[in-house]
């Protein structure tokens, strides 16, 4: 996707029900530009059944 850096899917040791999705975009016009499309919405409804809860997202800056 235009704008994306990184697209990263870990799994946790502790706990492996639980994943991390790490994505890192070029800047913050291309993360609004992805939070507006309709496939992203319909991942988000597409897995709720598959979760125990709603996604947790956390906007996070790089410092290295």
Same mark, same amino acid.
């Given at each position: 996707?235009?704008?994306?850096?990184?697209?990263?899917? /870990? /799994?946790?040791?502790?706990?492996?029900?639980?994943?991390?999705?790490?994505?890192?975009?070029?800047?913050?016009?291309?993360?609004?530009?992805?939070?507006?499309?309709?496939?992203?919405?319909?991942?988000?409804?597409?897995?709720?059944?598959?979760?125990?809860?709603?996604?947790?997202? /956390?906007?996070?800056?790089?410092?290295?």
């Amino acid at each position: 996707e235009k704008g994306c850096l990184l697209y990263d899917i /870990q /799994q946790t040791v502790d706990d492996p029900r639980k994943f991390i999705v790490t994505e890192k975009w070029e800047n913050g016009a291309a993360l609004e530009s992805h939070l507006k499309e309709s496939f992203y919405h319909e991942f988000i409804i597409s897995t709720t059944d598959m979760t125990e809860g709603p996604p947790d997202f /956390q906007l996070c800056t790089s410092i290295l």
